[in-house]
């Protein structure tokens, strides 16, 4: 960006004094290499001095305006179609100011909670990915993570970046995995904006006026606005950080050197991997823990270098082979590999030792069992079984309070997104929901509202998509009938859809029962691309997960139609179709055996059943494995009820 100004000498009593006269001020998001949205009006605005004139310039499009009493001005520019670079100017009094490669193509605004917030150096293949990532017609914009009380006109510091090796690495993982797939098939640079926070709840996101609408949030809405949100974001995220640095001042492990395999570790407690520290029953559950294992190597085995697989571990670890570093890694939940040489190996007893610092959430080393590998050129070693483990910070204070900014109305929206919405966009992605299945209830309502109140002051045929993420499959599979929050969640992601320009993508077979941050967020990204490109572009592709149509009931069976050209299919044809549950009057589920009748009918029923109400499909957290999909894009079918029986509050 290049800022010329021009200034203006006066001389008062001899003493020169240097004047700038009019200087202009843009909201952050605009600057060189943005993405304006093509084929819609353009809205630009800005600051400038009170009742100056301000002329706006984009290729042969003069337009001019004045600020006003404040110094606030907005211009909209008439509608562009794809094309750049272009430079943007402006020019107020004797101030100029220039933005350099500008484009006109798609702009999408992508937000959520931490699965929209994951990088994608830590996705699958995180580090193959990022060096892959050169694509200079994507462009991206991360919004700084910040809480108001009321809604602030700009963001924090930022800039629009070109996507490559170094830009993309701490981007959202979904956001670019979808734009990456979309500048595949059409040729229309692409604008990534990315508004995420881990743990959010969905009111922070909302508006205060919306909220002020419903009722029920009208009292933490009123309870929340007097918060002094900055000052409570920096004192308690100071106090977050020094517990964190405590872990290791703290670690009895590193001032008595756990890591050698001379220290006596024959009285720690005895456990077999993968399993979270949280489930070891230990007095903390954050903190630093120290895991030991001996295995038995051969001659041959140490006669060339050793693979040692771990698995995922959270958060970070350090780990060692008889006393010596061979790894670490401060990503959370990827996969650990080591490769050991020779030389730190020795024939009989060696010693893994296995250094994880954890600081919060599950923690420990998380698996799974068959990637817990010792690889030798001989043979592998599940190495699973037999480890011992030790908590190194038995001293260190209880996690104190993180900012929860999730919990505070309107927090999210006033910082983060109000700024940003006048800019003209083409659609939105949204993945959150995790954090409010403590009251899945509210969600129904709360999420249209989201969609609604950011897409007020859109023209009815100018109103961004809403590319929805329903939740994946998380946790243990529990039996047939067991209460799902994660499953209300999802039927009220799938309800949005009565919303006009909105898509859904199903991710019920995308999760990882082990953590709530499944790290394939390619498929995320490319469901929501080919929702987009069928919608949106106007592509001749298959673009819907087959949905619920209607139910009949037919003696003991039920008959349950789906969509008219779902097109099902059993994967592995011959075995029987997995997630229905079925249920009498007295409303309690049973597991139950489905068969396809055709194309688009499946019929259920259960032997425990002999009068069937209502049927039920994927209907938990976590449904374990379906194998009923769409014959034309192999997707799962959505989650469904066909009930209405209320939920315990």
Known sequence: MRRLYVLTFFLLTGIGSLILKAEIKLPQFFSDHMVLQRDMPIPIWGKALVNVDVQIQLGNQVVQTTADSLGNWKVSLAPMPLGGPYQLRFSADATQLQLDDVWLGDVYLCAGQSNMEWPVKDALNGEEEVKAASFPRIRLFEVQKAIARQPMEDTGPSKWTICDANTIKDFSAVAYFFGRELIQSVDVPIGLIHASWGGAKIKPWI?????????????????????????????????????????????????????????????????????????????????????????????????????????????????????????????????????????????????????????????????????????????????????????????????????????????????????????????????????????????????????????????????????????????????????????????????????????????????????????????????????ALKNIYGKDLPARHPRFKTMEIIGEQ????????????????????????IAGANQKWYAAKAYLQDDNVVMVSSAEVAKPVAVRYAWADNPGALNLLSSKTGWPIMPFRTDDWPFKE
């Open 207 to 531: 508006s205060p006026f919306s909220l002020a609408s419903l009722a029920k949030f009208q009292q933490a809405l009123a309870e929340t606005s007097g918060l002094p949100f900055e000052k409570m974001t920096q004192k308690e995220t100071a106090a977050f950080q020094k517990w964190v640095s405590e872990m290791d001042s703290l670690d009895v492990g590193l001032a008595q050197a756990w890591n050698t395999e001379m220290h006596d570790w024959s009285n720690w407690k005895k456990v077999d991997l993968p399993l979270k520290v949280e489930r070891m029953k230990f007095r903390k559950k954050d903190g630093v823990f120290w895991f030991k294992k001996t295995v038995t190597l051969s001659e041959k085995d140490i006669a060339a270098p050793v693979l040692l697989n771990l698995g995922r571990i959270d958060d970070q670890d350090e780990t060692y082979i008889n006393g010596h570093v061979v790894g670490a890694s401060r990503r959370r939940g990827v996969k650990r590999s080591y490769k050991i040489d020779p030389s730190l190996l020795q024939q009989g007893e060696n010693t893994i030792t296995v250094r994880v610092k954890d600081i919060g959430g599950a923690g420990g080393i998380l698996g799974p069992a068959q990637d817990m590998q010792l690889r030798t050129q001989q043979k592998y070693y599940s190495i699973t079984k037999g480890w011992s483990v030790a908590l190194g910070t038995p001293k260190l204070r209880f996690k104190p309070y993180k900012i929860v900014a999730g919990y505070y109305v309107s927090g999210f929206y006033n910082a983060m997104i109000h700024p940003i919405l006048p800019y003209a966009m083409k659609g939105i992605l949204w993945y959150q929901g995790e954090a409010d299945t403590g009251k899945p209830q509210e969600y129904n309502d709360l999420l249209k509202t989201l969609i609604e109140d950011w897409r007020r002051g859109y023209a009815s045929d100018q109103k961004p998509w809403f590319f929805l993420v329903q939740l994946p499959n998380y946790g243990p599979v529990k039996p047939a009938g067991v209460p799902s929050a994660w499953a209300q969640i999802r039927e009220a992601q799938t309800q949005a859809l009565s919303l006009p320009r909105t898509a859904l993508a199903t991710t019920i077979d995308l999760g990882d029962a082990e953590t709530i941050h499944p790290l394939n967020k390619q498929a995320v990204g490319k469901r929501l691309a080919v929702l």
């Open 558 to 581: 039920v008959k349950v139609q789906f969509e008219d050209n779902s097109g099902l299919l059993i994967r592995d044809e011959g075995k029987e179709i997995t997630g229905f549950l």
